[in-house]
């Protein structure tokens, strides 16, 4: 069989943070570094689509994740370059063969609560019970380790402040972490990513999309879980996802709907498991004692 091609990308960096001069509630004045925050306007084959809020440190993945996760495209495979200007702000996609129904698909738009304010193509529902997927389950020792690793990472957030984080796991192996002004961007990024890994997958094992395998990672957010990150997590093929933040009700909602694993508030030893229990494996002893409520 002929190998797939994946798309050309440029690497287009950008400062992740700038200097700025404060004054403090004494009136003393300091220098201190804040994430950039730039527009990056979007376009496919030649026609604009979206401009994008973003800290601009993997363009090229949120990009194509972007794509993929309003499923404009199905497979990297589809597009056959990406090319980032951040002179003019500009990502300039082209694809193989084009998008059919592109007016079509993109004629409804819905601003969503991410920060930044996301935009979604479509009916965010629309696909949701289309998607199945796979089984899997998480260790409570592994959800530690995931808490405890982000704790320990090194991060724009750690230095500037004011960003999200998003990470992929397998177990508690961090596999990739993306930082961007809105949670929704570094979740495509990641999404970007996968679609450009060789494919893990097991013989006869089912994925969502061409890629990374997806049923063995577990996803992680500094962010809420709102529904666009729970559909757009289930679209990857992840079915457990982890926050430190909390939950909206669409979000939990959806999360049962999928049989998606939400575990929220994770901090230290402490976390809520707000769908799918069954995918959490709990172990005796490794939470100390029970809090009284």
């Known amino acids: 069989m002929p190998t797939a091609v994946l798309p050309r990308l440029t690497q287009a960096l950008a400062p992740l943070t700038r200097a700025v001069e404060v004054v403090n509630e004494h009136g003393q ?4 570094e804040i994430p950039a925050e730039r527009p990056l306007t979007v376009y496919v084959d030649k026609r604009e689509l979206v401009t994008l809020m973003t800290l601009g440190a993997h363009p090229e993945w949120l990009v194509l994740g972007y794509l993929l996760n309003q499923r404009l495209i199905l497979a990297a495979t589809e597009v056959e370059s ?5 002179e003019v702000g ?23 609560t991410g ?16 998607i199945a997927l796979p089984e899997a389950t998480l260790t409570q020792s592994a959800l530690y380790g995931i808490v405890n690793t982000i704790r320990l990472h090194d991060s724009v957030y750690k230095a500037a402040g004011s960003v999200h984080g998003c990470a992929l796991f397998q177990g508690d192996t961090l596999l990739m972490f993306v930082e961007d002004v809105g949670r929704h961007n570094a979740i495509d990024a990641i999404a970007g990513w996968m679609a450009l890994q060789p494919s893990d997958s097991l013989p006869g094992s089912v994925q969502q999309r061409s890629g990374m395998r997806a049923d063995n990672k577990v996803f992680y957010t500094t962010g809420r ?3 666009e990150m729970v559909i757009k997590s289930a679209q990857m093929g992840v079915p457990i996802v982890i926050s430190r933040s909390g939950i909206t009700q669409m979000g939990h909602a959806v999360a049962q709907r999928l049989n998606l694993c939400a575990i929220g508030r994770a901090t230290n030893k402490r976390f809520l498991c707000f769908s799918a229990p069954q995918r ?5 002893g490794v939470a100390g004692e029970p809090v009284v409520w």
């Open 280 to 284: 959490l494996v709990l172990e005796a």
């Open 82 to 86: 990406i090319t980032v200007d951040w």
């Open 115 to 130: 920060c930044g304010q996301g935009s979604v193509f479509g009916d965010l529902m629309a696909d949701v019970d289309t």
């Open 29 to 32: 004045t300091r220098q201190l």
């Open 225 to 227: 879980l709102t529904s």
């Open 90 to 112: 500009a990502a300039a996609v082209k694809t193989r063969h084009g998008i059919a129904d592109l007016s079509e698909k993109t004629a409804k738009r819905v601003v969503t």
